[in-house]
């Protein structure tokens, strides 16, 4: 029975139940958490198929396309005045901002951050605000790619169903995996793909329990919207060559390229959304600019606009010059800059493939002067950096390796593109350490590098682990009144204060007794005995950022302090009672996981 003390947003989060039998049986049975993960993704399917063909009404409308055509497929557009289309988008994305300003002022949540920090809760309300901001921005023209509200949406539906079931933690983190997972396998026709990518991205674990009802959403996404639109999300990459074994050194060498680049790419976003917070326009205003220098860049090419799935079978069947393949490079990944960074709404998911791919060419034209032996096709080079560059973009090098095992159905392919993206993966984490989407969290103060759930460990602070009862000294004490006031043997340490009773530091009762000092402690203070003057504790810390603490101080406890300013001592914390209780509430959350399963 649910509990009749609910807090308010807690009951109002919780208001829609599914019956108590049904909610018995998804909780009681792994067959229920499989047969809601089918359920979850069949909707995915649905949602993902009907913002796709909504956004290609909208070129169609907009840009006057013939029927089935890709927009970024374009040479050039049939009338200029289109490229007024993403300045109209600006402008609806800019009213949209005005109204969530007036209610909403915290960020929103994604699928990453709901299962990292809030145990898989989303807000169903935000995600379809976020999609539909993604609909326009895509829809309009604007550089983006419609996988983040793919992904939103669904995981927000997920979240929505799971608590109505009144999930535990686990099983709901899951389940939002889930709607991850036929989101991205329905968009791309790749259940493998999909399933890796909640895995990876969304979960941040794979194992046995979660394998089937994440493999479950995936299929059923896919079969959804291939019963719907056939294989219209099929990326086809036509005809590529044999590989041999002298062409792993050159798509190693392509790996660690497409990361540098990649870093580029997420550090260009974010000087862009730098200068616009510096500048002084309106924040309703910074997608109407960036709509028109989007438009601007479509009057040379239009392969810039919108996600890129046009651009990206164009390049893959034709051969290009060095010179066209730097112009669009250059102009795809200041499109894609500039449409984030001044508010449109979306992600480089595709954006990351086309210019992975347009790379990959790229260095297909260089390989065979460098690497006499190597024998790869250009459409190989691009499948290989496609992959590579998605990896250091989004992360999950096992992702994209499926993706491109499932574009190809060729496995010497896909052994050849995990070298290249494990050479990525690694470069972009020892170089920069961060995928776009944990950067964007970087940059606003969370401390989120996947998906893994670190909710728990916010709650375990120091302020909950410190002892209040402190034994304090004015720092002006001369050793011999330390010595009486606390016998050896008494205590360890004994924090000081200053003559403002503001923190001054630590010290550690054996030194006092020192036999140096025997003469000298009539006279002499203890501040010379101080240590860690600089090195304290705030309240607000939790146990792993209090156990990096003592670990590059090199202490065995330090002090709390309120706050940096007034360092008024509040209580004291040791290493080993910091790691005893970390290790404690780390094996009590895996008892309960391993309990569920």
Not at 322 to 340: E, V
Not at 469 to 493: K, Y
Not at 564 to 569: A, D, F, L, Y
Request: with cysteine.
């Amino acid at each position: 029975m649910p509990s009749r003390h609910r807090h308010p947003r807690l009951a109002a989060a919780t208001r829609f139940l599914a019956p108590g039998r049904l909610r018995a049986l998804i909780r009681a049975s792994e067959l229920g958490l499989v047969a809601a993960g089918a359920v979850v993704g069949a909707i995915a399917g649905l949602v993902v198929t009907g913002m796709s063909l909504t956004t290609q009404l909208m070129h169609q409308v907009l840009f006057q396309l013939p029927p089935g055509d890709r927009l970024s497929a374009m040479t050039e557009l049939a009338h200029k005045l289109s490229l007024l289309a993403p300045v109209a988008g600006g402008v609806l994305v800019g009213l949209m901002l005005i109204g969530i300003s007036r209610w909403r002022k915290r960020p929103m949540i994604d699928p990453i951050e709901a299962n990292a920090l809030h145990g898989g809760r989303m807000s169903i309300i935000d995600s379809i605000i976020l999609t539909v901001q993604n609909i326009i921005s895509n829809g309009f023209g604007a550089s983006v790619g419609l996988e983040a509200g793919y992904t939103q949406i669904s995981s927000g539906i997920a979240s929505r169903l799971g608590l109505a079931a009144e999930m535990r933690r686990s099983d709901l983190r899951t389940l939002v995996g889930c709607g991850a997972a036929a989101a991205i396998a329905t968009a791309f026709n790749a259940p493998l793909t999909g399933a890796f990518y909640a895995f990876e991205l969304i979960i941040g674990s794979y194992s046995i329990a979660n394998l089937t009802p994440v493999v479950v959403a995936a299929l059923s996404g896919t079969l959804v919207a291939r019963s719907l639109v056939g294989s219209a999300f099929l990326i086809d990459v036509g005809e590529f060559g044999v590989v041999v074994n002298a062409d792993y050194v050159p798509a190693l060498v392509l790996g660690i390229f497409c990361a540098g680049f990649g870093i580029l790419i997420m550090q260009g976003v974010t000087l862009v959304e730098t200068l616009a917070r510096r500048s002084r326009v309106p924040t309703p205003l910074r997608p109407v600019l960036g709509g028109a220098a989007v438009g601007a860049l479509a009057l040379i090419s239009p392969q810039i606009l919108s996600s890129g799935h046009g651009a990206l079978h164009l390049n893959l069947d034709t051969a290009a010059t060095a010179g066209s393949l730097l112009t669009i490079i250059a102009m795809k990944s200041l499109a894609s800059a500039i449409s984030i960074g001044s508010g449109f709404r979306g992600g480089l998911f595709f954006a990351s493939l086309l210019l992975g791919a347009l790379f990959g060419k790229l260095f297909a034209l260089v390989a065979p002067h460098v690497f006499d032996s190597a024998t790869l096709t250009p459409v190989i080079y691009a499948i290989v950096g496609m992959s590579a560059l998605s990896v250091a973009v989004i992360g999950g090098p096992l992702t994209m390796t499926f993706l491109a095992l499932e574009m190809t159905g060729d496995f010497p392919i896909t052994a050849l593109v995990l070298v290249a993206v494990i050479a990525s993966s690694i470069t972009v984490r020892k170089t920069f350490g961060y995928s776009f989407a944990t950067w964007r969290f970087h940059l606003r103060g969370e401390s989120i590098r996947s998906a893994h759930d670190i909710g728990w460990i916010r709650t375990l602070t120091v302020g909950r682990l410190m002892r209040a009862d402190v034994r304090t000294i004015r720092s002006d004490t001369t050793i011999a009144v330390f010595r009486r006031n606390f016998p050896l043997g008494s205590t360890q340490r004994v924090v000081a204060l200053d003559q403002s009773e503001r923190y001054a530091g630590i010290v550690l009762v054996p030194e006092a007794y020192s036999a140096d000092l025997d003469e000298l402690a009539a006279t002499t203070t203890i501040d010379g005995l101080l240590r860690y003057r600089a090195d304290f504790l705030q309240p607000h810390m939790n146990a792993k950022e209090a156990a990096t603490m003592f670990d590059n101080t090199e202490s065995e406890a330090l002090a709390v302090v309120d706050n940096p300013v007034s360092r008024k001592v509040i209580g004291l914390l040791t290493e080993s009672h910091t790691l005893r209780r970390y290790s404690e509430e780390l094996d009590r959350r895996r008892r309960e996981l391993s309990g569920e399963l």
